[in-house]
């Protein structure tokens, strides 16, 4: 059924609207699902008098608010940019991801706050093995759904399908341990498994809501781009002869549909200026049809051959190499003032390592090697 659904949904959209419409499936299909999984789930709640199974079902109810917000995010991600927002509206599903985490630590609370009254005061639970056999119909539903959600969280990248999936599965084990409560109070008198378990269950819940929210925190704050993202943007820009490396990329994630880097290309300084911005042009538009990042890349013309800048450049390298071989270096410039040589770059180092520290350090192991030069050393911390 999963791959009929989806299979119906590429078929019926063009690619561009696949995304949203895949992210809109699975709040549809979810809708749907909970409703039935919570009438359900009510109704054997009353027969039997087992709380847990009503806080299953309003559980399932929670879920169809969720199933809204996942279909409000897809429809809203969607919406294209205007004034206040030019940048797009891709970080909704940013947005219903974090209302999806929020929703399951309330659901938690809930549970635990019921399943201590439950503790507290139990009752008499009504057993019945047709009980069991639709609890357990229920738990093969919501794997489904665990399944169906992955599958289009796989296809499209929404993080928020990623929490809806995790609460999916979520409910498979608060329904199974519901169905474990019903047979300790039938069959071994444990008046007190249904709060016991409820609250065993809540705590699970509250603890994958803590993992859905991390990951939804670290795209909203920013996170770097993939390895594989920044090795091809660099491959595509050092195609042309004209470009010596690449440097300071930067790349900003305004949600799946708008992506935004910036570059800077060093070219050698004695190519023809509408080669090297033709090749440039080339590079960007490039890049915008392969991997659909808009990128501005600025050039920094390097003179090769200067043989006082290259002699310099090798003893930089040199002493970086002996410093940290994990540091790089570039926008080298060398420039006379008042009578001193100037030797100005920057070094890349990794997060974790002390920028004043290296830049003290290499100063001195600079100087001692070449005491004519007057090193000026800016250290930053890669974007990528």
């Known amino acids: 059924m999963t791959s009929l659904l989806i299979k119906y949904i590429k078929s019926k959209k063009p690619e561009g609207e696949r995304r949203a419409a895949l992210s809109a499936l699975s709040g549809v299909a979810g809708i749907l699902c909970n409703l039935l999984l919570a009438a359900v789930k009510f109704a054997i709640g009353s027969l039997a008098g087992a709380v847990s199974v009503m806080a299953d079902a309003v559980n399932n109810l929670s879920d169809c608010a969720m199933n809204i917000v996942t279909l409000t995010g897809a429809k809203l991600s969607q919406k294209p940019d205007d004034k206040e927002h030019p940048f797009g509206h891709g970080r909704v599903e940013y947005i219903s991801a974090l209302i999806v985490a929020v929703s399951i630590f309330v659901v938690s609370f809930e549970l635990a706050k019921s399943s201590v009254s439950k503790i507290l005061r139990p009752s008499e639970i009504s057993f019945s093995g047709r009980y069991l056999a639709v609890l357990g119909a229920t738990v093969l539903v919501k794997l489904w759904m665990a399944f169906f959600n992955a599958r289009l969280y796989k296809l499209t990248g929404n993080i928020t399908l990623k929490g809806v999936k995790q609460d999916s599965f979520n409910d498979c084990i608060a329904t199974l341990a519901t169905m474990l409560s019903m047979l300790l109070v039938h069959f071994w008198h444990f008046s007190a498994a249904d709060g016991v378990i409820g609250v065993l269950v809540s705590v699970f819940i509250f603890f994958s809501g803590i993992g859905i929210l991390k990951g939804v925190i670290s795209p909203l704050l920013g996170e770097p781009p993939s390895r594989e993202i920044t090795n091809r943007i660099e491959e595509i820009i050092c195609k042309s002869d004209i470009v010596l490396g690449v440097h300071d990329l930067i790349i900003h994630n305004y949600g799946a549909s708008k992506i935004i880097a910036s570059a800077d290309a060093e070219v050698d300084a004695a ?20 991997l659909g990042i808009i990128i501005c890349i600025h050039i920094d013309p390097v003179d090769v051959f200067d043989s006082e800048t290259e002699k310099y450049r090798r003893a930089v390298l040199d002493v970086i190499n002996e410093y940290n071989s994990a540091f790089s270096f570039h926008d080298l410039s060398l420039a006379q003032r008042d009578g001193k040589k100037l030797l100005s770059f920057d070094v890349i180092i990794p997060f974790g390592e002390d920028a004043r520290r290296v830049e003290t350090d290499l100063t001195a192991m600079l100087r001692i090697k070449h005491p004519e030069i007057t090193p000026q050393i800016n250290v930053e911390h890669s974007y990528v």
């Open 271 to 290: 190519s023809d200026i509408f080669t090297i911005h033709s090749a440039i042009d080339n590079a960007e538009r490039e890049i915008l049809d392969e």
